[in-house]
């Protein structure tokens, strides 16, 4: 709801900007065909966050400098959150594949709430970056579970939601394989970056360049991201036995 | 009734698949040891030592191939200046395919890996050296846990009085044993296996009909596509496709287990490498420790 709003405030700016203009050029111009011209390049605004949506919808797979698939999960407190409603809200998103129990995902939380993760969702939050992490665990999983998940959830300061994936849908479409694998998505529903948070392959320490900082610093510049794909390296994601991949 | 019986052992199978399991602070799951072929070495000489890994049953630990997830064992060494540690020799590992078509070439039970540590011709006769590891594994049964401990072993450099090497019998038989368990040389023969590359590219490995072939490559070997379902056969006859683009050599463990169940691995190589790169000595003295004492 609030990202439908937060939209239409957007539209109806960029609508006065391309008013502003057209107003301007269109000085000797009859009003009617003025006004029209204004209506269409409002449409096209319009269009475009709609057709960033749609082709968010019609992805499959995760594929780097594609749209990202859409979707819709249920977080650990019920609340439900669609991907495409942030990016058409205009957030960069980040998503991390996430299992309290790992290791790898571990390292990065802390009882302070000064993990690499959840320190790097706060610098960015005022950025206007949304940070989603996802269980792809089955409901069989001792992982998973929203009990389990929102008790970390808690424990760790971490401010952003924990969406529950038990059927691996999601997790399938992304290629999930490992937690934590990272994915960042850019304001236009691409994914910028996939891979491991930091460098450091082993779950006892970070590495020195954090992956997904550099990632997002890019994106927020509007620049290409250096390094867009990574290795990933974890535990296995616990996806429920019926679980495939999508082709 | 029935039903209540039903939801009763419905409930113990799924207390079975996740109930049961220990909790991470139970102690570890895997014991790693630290074995040297020799007690007291000579200056220039190359003697073996070996780590093994007691996995407990049903966990394991990663084997260094082209693995969707975990992590392979991180051995980091640190050796007296001047000593040099060669390449890794890993036993063959097992395909692990877990939900979600994931593919993993796991260690189980016991696995010995194997480095062979070259002497410096200037070491001092009589000195003692310290050899140490920091190791630390991943090991996953339903879910992961990381582990780690230090290993160290305590040699000495034959002095004036006791020149020759001294072999130490309980670590002999046990280097002994897991080099018998490491995957052989390619047979030039072809026999039980050959392998070779196809002009697209891949690579067709022939044994017996009938024969289970697998093809493990290592971490740092071009990448093999779609291993789920090419890296392995019953047939007698594998093709492995590479990535074009990737230009790395080809390097990895060929499995073969005949009717009699009795498995053979050997270890391919495209092109195939020198023995320099084989042994793959790197020298230490980077980061020395203190481990030089005076005689």
């Known amino acids: ?247 | 009734m029935v039903q209540t019986s039903f939801l009763l052992v419905t409930a113990l199978l799924a207390a079975g698949v996740t109930g049961f399991e220990p909790e991470p602070d139970d102690g570890p799951r895997v014991t790693a040891t630290l074995f040297a072929e020799h007690a007291v070495v000579q200056p220039g000489q190359t003697t073996w030592l070996a780590i093994r890994f007691e996995v407990q049953e049903g966990w394991h630990i990663y084997w260094p191939g082209q693995n969707d997830t975990g992590m392979s064992p991180i051995l980091d060494w640190k050796l007296p200046k001047g000593w040099e540690i060669g390449r890794a020799r890993w036993p063959a590992p097992s395909r692990h395919v877990s939900a979600g078509d994931m593919l993993d070439h796991v260690l189980e039970g016991s696995a010995t890996v194997l480095f062979p540590v070259r002497v410096p011709k200037d070491a001092t006769p009589g000195s003692g050296a310290m050899l140490f590891c920091a190791a630390e594994w991943l090991v996953c049964k339903q879910m992961c846990i990381a582990e780690r401990d230090d290993l160290m072993y305590s040699l000495k450099v034959a002095g004036q009085f006791q020149p020759l090497p001294v072999a130490r019998s309980r670590d002999l038989a046990e280097i002994a044993h897991a080099r018998s368990l490491l995957p052989e040389p390619m047979p030039e023969s072809g026999d039980p296996v050959s392998a070779a590359l196809n002009e697209d590219g891949s690579l067709m490995i022939h044994a017996a009909p009938g024969v289970r072939l697998t093809f493990a490559p290592y971490e740092d070997s071009r990448a093999a596509l779609d291993l789920l379902t090419s890296g392995t056969s019953e047939t007698g006859e594998l093709r492995v496709s590479f990535d074009p683009a990737d230009e790395r050599p080809i390097a990895g463990v060929i499995t073969i287990e005949g009717n009699t169940g009795k498995a053979r691995s050997f270890e391919y190589r495209h092109p195939p490498a020198s023995s320099q790169e084989l042994d793959g000595f790197t020298i230490q003295g980077n980061d020395p420790r203190p481990e030089e004492e005076s005689p």
């Open chain 1, 1 to 247: 709801m609030i990202s439908r709003i937060l939209h239409r405030s957007m539209i109806v700016a960029l609508g006065c900007t391309v008013f502003a203009a057209g107003a301007q050029a269109q000085l000797s111009a009859k009003p009617q065909q003025a006004e029209k011209q204004i209506k269409e390049k409002i449409q096209q605004v319009e269009r475009d966050v709609d057709s960033i949506v749609k082709s968010m919808k019609e992805a499959k797979k995760a594929r780097i400098d594609a749209p990202a698939p859409d979707f819709t999960l249920i977080d650990t407190e019920g609340k439900e959150h669609r991907l495409s409603d942030y990016i058409a809200s205009g957030k960069v998103v980040v998503l991390e594949w996430f299992n309290p129990q790992c290791p790898y995902v571990r390292e990065h939380y802390n009882a302070e709430g000064k993990g690499t993760s959840t320190t790097l969702e706060k610098e960015f939050a005022e950025h206007n970056v949304v940070w989603l992490r996802i269980n792809s665990g089955s409901e069989k999983s001792r992982t998973s579970g929203k009990e389990l998940n929102e008790q970390f959830r808690k424990e760790w300061k971490i401010t952003g939601p924990v969406l529950l994936d038990p059927e691996g849908k999601v997790g399938m479409a992304y290629g999930a394989k490992v937690t934590p694998t990272m994915f960042v998505i850019t304001t236009e529903g691409i994914i910028a970056y996939e891979g491991a948070l930091d460098s450091d392959p082993s779950p006892s320490k970070t590495g020195e360049e954090i992956y997904v900082r550099s990632a997002l610093k890019s994106v927020l510049a509007g620049e290409t991201v250096e390094k867009k794909q990574t290795k990933a390296v974890g535990c296995s994601v616990k996806y429920a036995a019926k679980a495939r991949p999508r082709g």
